[in-house]
């Protein structure tokens, strides 16, 4: 559980941006305060560099004057000895044999000869240096050089130390004011980083808010893009189109609700009536026939219904199987007419078909979106009709198309024409066949399928309905 906690997948979106935050900002400062350390440090060095390199150069001139060196000397020394500008400077100067010949005082003591590194052997070198870090708590940066004497031995050695011991606490107290201007920062960058991220984030809240206001009563909240980020804003489109979608749903689940209701009272009303009637008073077998027939058909009624709803269902969830095949159109169009043939000729309807095309689908789901268009066709069109099927071949696609010549359907009521229980003529709500399902079964037939379905209508001179079946194979010969 601690883990769990511990674990950065478990931080608030604030949370991560005030770490991250942080993080970057004691990157920065640890850069700038090691580039600020460095740069003072090596600067302080390199002035008692030069420094002690400038006292090493004086020191070489005096001894190369032709008169007068040992005095020069000796002053040098002695005014150095109390005049240093960084710190206390001592200098000695020994023989080749290194026996010494001039010391500042006190420099035994402080800094025998044996601690001073090798002077170089070139007296144009550079004068070898090192820093010694005395018992006493003094630090030292000591120099060894050679130089040409004009009257005496040849050459001698030059030791010169300079005392930067206050140059070493200054840099120690610099070094500590950074750590402590580091924490400091780490700090308040934390705390400002936790306040700019919880600032940037009220948009999310405000999402929050919204989304807990909403119930199945309450669709109706709206986010407004416009005053949002821009980063947020296509959320906040997504999050409207949603609400739009789920009050869509909701809207058209309660009229399906209802619509169902209504459906099934009307035949189990029937039902309860015909069965009250029938126990009113004795019958006879003949009577008691007639009840048990009449009942059958509102139970296949009801049957058929079921089964359409169920349909429906399995579609709309994604758990129909759609087997496509490669299989002869025309051929089963012909078999879908054949059966509705005797419906036609009862009703006076001619029925013709044209076109051929070969189908790659599911042939079962086929015929009944076409015995469902042909199905509605018949309904709908009067004696002395005509009902045209055709198939044609449209680029990859093949349209099937089923045109009556019956009452057609008002522009208004096309748009809703494929919802289930939804029928046109109120008037015709009742049909002993139908229960306003034959639409919306061929609209998730074609669906399912990944094709398209079109509807044209015209009052009074009837209406086409076209299916489009994408995936057409070879045309049959």
């Not at 240096?129 to 003094?138: F, I, S, T």
């Not at 930067?164 to 924490?183: G, H, M, N, P, Q």
């Not at 980063?231 to 609400?243: I, K, T």
């Amino acid at each position: 559980m601690i883990k769990d906690l511990l674990s950065p997948r478990a931080w608030s979106i604030a949370g991560r941006l005030t770490v991250l935050y942080t993080a970057l900002v004691f990157v920065m400062l640890v850069l700038a305060m090691l580039f600020l350390f460095w740069s003072l440090k090596t600067n302080l060095e390199k002035e008692d560099h030069d420094s002690l390199a400038d006292e090493i150069a004086v020191l070489r001139l005096i001894l190369a004057e032709p008169r007068g060196s040992r005095i020069s000397l000796a002053q040098e020394v002695k005014w150095e000895q109390t005049t240093g500008r960084s710190g206390q400077f001592y200098k000695r100067v020994l023989s080749p044999g290194g026996r010494v010949i001039m010391q500042t005082a006190d420099m035994r003591a402080l800094l025998p000869v044996s601690v001073f590194p090798q002077s170089p052997a070139d007296l144009h070198s550079p004068p070898a240096r090192r820093y010694l870090r005395a018992g006493h708590g003094k630090v030292y940066l000591l120099m060894a050089a050679r130089a040409l004497v004009r009257h005496g031995p040849r050459t001698v050695n030059l030791q010169a130390a300079l005392d930067v011991s206050r140059e070493e606490a200054f840099i120690a107290s610099y070094r500590d004011k950074l750590l402590l201007v580091l924490v400091c920062g780490i700090l308040l960058s934390a705390a400002a980083g936790y306040a700019v991220a919880r600032r940037g984030l009220r948009p999310l809240e405000r999402i929050t808010g919204t989304v807990e206001r909403i119930t199945a009563s309450e669709l109706h909240a709206r986010m407004e893009p416009a005053r949002w980020p821009r980063e947020l804003r296509a959320l906040a489109r997504a999050f409207n189109d949603m609400l739009d979608r789920l009050g869509d749903s909701f809207t058209r689940l309660a009229q399906f609700s209802a619509d169902l209701a209504h459906e099934l009272r009307t035949p189990v009303n029937n039902l309860m009536g015909e069965a009250e009637v029938a126990l009113n008073k004795a019958r006879t077998a003949d009577e008691y026939r007639q009840v048990l027939e009449s009942s059958l058909e509102e139970y296949a009624r009801l049957a058929r219904m079921i089964d359409s709803l169920l349909f429906l269902a399995r579609a709309d969830n994604a758990e129909m199987e759609v087997r496509r095949i490669p299989f002869d159109a025309r051929k089963e169009m012909d078999a879908v007419l054949e059966y509705h043939d005797a419906v036609a000729q009862e009703q006076g309807i001619e029925m013709v078909c044209h076109g051929h095309a070969a189908l790659d689908a599911d042939p079962v789901l086929f015929r009944r979106a076409v015995s469902n268009l042909l199905s509605n066709a018949l309904q709908y069109t009067p004696r002395g009709g005509r009902i045209e099927a055709a198939l044609s071949v449209r680029g990859g696609s093949v349209a099937v198309s089923v045109c009556d010549s019956g009452c057609g359907i008002e522009a208004r009521h096309l748009p809703h024409i494929f919802q289930r229980f939804y029928r046109a003529d109120p008037a015709r709500s009742h049909h002993p066949d139908g229960a306003g399902l034959g639409l919306a079964i061929v609209k998730s037939i074609v669906d399912l399928h990944g094709g398209e379905v079109r509807i044209e209508s015209a009052v009074g001179r009837g209406t086409t309905v076209v299916l489009e079946f994408p995936h057409a194979g070879p045309a049959p010969a």
